[in-house]
């Protein structure tokens, strides 16, 4: 799976928008870009994934950029509750491949009242 | 809706005892992965089973082992247990057929060894 760059932290206002950036320069054509968030001890939560098109759910938008090397995670109006690490994974998403997710150098989230 | 249970949330052990980690999976799912997250670190891949078969295997110690039941619940066993492990552990959950869209995690159990 391809390599990932994350900003070690990050700071946002409550009630801002928060983006959160991710390099994946190595990315192949059949890797997704998954984003996770772990808050404090807790188990990771999965928000959002995408190939190559922007996607939006209830949680959060990502968009990713044009040759796919990069992307944002955009959480519209970021609340104290979304304090947590953010992780971007890029995987393989396989049909019939129960392949697993590796954690690692995701963003730390602060969002300040 | 239901979600991944894990048991006990907390386990006290002794250094060289033995502890038991139980971890139920959303109904339905047929896919179980076993994460240990160190303090402070990332939470790492133990192991994985898809219908009772192991499928996935990362940095699990040979002292630890894990195994799915035919209701597909999963037990990870950790023998001789040293400071060291003393970790949240994480059991994660999926539909085999529909991995890609992603895992739901239960909520952990904290293991302090001693």
């Known amino acids: 799976d391809a390599k990932t760059t994350q900003p070690p932290s990050m700071d946002c206002a409550e009630g801002r928008a928060a983006n959160l950036p991710c390099n994946h320069s190595?990315?192949?054509?059949?890797?997704?870009v998954y984003w996770y968030r772990q808050i404090h001890s807790q188990g990771p939560q999965y928000i959002i994934h995408?190939?190559?098109n922007n996607e939006t759910n209830e949680m959060a938008s990502l968009i990713i950029t044009e040759d796919r090397k990069s992307s944002t995670l955009i959480l519209p109006h970021a609340t104290l509750r979304d304090t947590a690490v953010y992780y971007c994974?890029?995987?393989?998403?396989?049909?019939?491949?129960?392949?697993?997710?590796?954690f690692g150098g995701g963003t730390r989230l602060m969002v300040k009242p | 809706a239901a979600g991944v249970i894990q048991s006990p949330r907390h386990l006290i052990k002794e250094k060289r005892e033995t502890a038991t980690l139980k971890c139920y999976p959303i109904?339905?799912?047929?896919?179980v992965y076993w994460y240990q997250q160190g303090p402070g670190q990332d939470p790492q891949f133990l192991i994985s089973?898809?219908?009772?078969?192991?499928?996935d295997k990362g940095s699990i110690p040979d002292r630890f082992s894990a195994q799915q039941f035919s209701d597909y619940h999963s037990e990870l066993n950790m023998s001789s247990l040293e400071l060291g492990d003393s970790a949240l552990y994480f059991c994660?959950?999926?539909?085999?057929?529909?991995?890609?869209?992603?895992?739901?995690f239960g909520s952990g159990t904290r293991l302090t060894v001693v």
């Open positions: 994660a959950s999926s539909l085999y057929d529909n991995s890609w869209y992603g895992y739901t």
């Open positions: 190595t990315i192949s054509g059949n890797e997704y």
């Open positions: 995408g190939l190559k």
């Open positions: 994974i890029v995987r393989v998403a396989i049909y019939n491949a129960g392949n697993m997710l590796t």
């Open positions: 109904p339905r799912h047929d896919t």
């Open positions: 089973f898809y219908e009772k078969m192991q499928s």
